[in-house]
């Protein structure tokens, strides 16, 4: 399971760093075609189209999986962890009394 959010966020993480490189490699064109014609037909601009809607989808998705995913999984592991959790707010709270006081 944490193979595919670990891919999903690679993809990710490519796709946007794909979007930026197209971005700035192509900002002077864009500026200088700007007034004379629609820069959508060349295939460098297809290619950051693609790339720049791969990105929001995959960025749509982790935000499903963060939204709906992520509070089952961590319900599920502070079951599991619930003595080390209690074990940890104990000393946090004793450090606090004795050190802080």
Not at 53 to 60: K, R
Not at 65 to 84: E, H, I, R
Request: charged share 5%; hydrophobic share 55%; glycine share 8%.
């Amino acid at each position: 399971m944490a193979m595919r959010y670990l891919l999903m966020v690679s993809l990710a993480g490519a796709a946007v760093w794909g979007v930026i490189t197209l971005s700035t490699s192509g900002a002077q064109t864009y500026a200088v075609d700007f007034e004379h014609t629609a820069s959508f037909a060349t295939q460098k601009d297809a290619s950051f189209w693609l790339l720049a809607a791969v990105a929001i989808l995959i960025t749509l998705s982790l935000c499903r999986f963060v939204v709906f995913g992520l509070p089952s999984l961590v319900n599920a592991w502070c079951q599991g962890n619930k003595t080390w959790l209690y074990m940890a707010m104990l000393g946090g709270a004793a450090y606090g009394v004795l050190y802080l006081m």
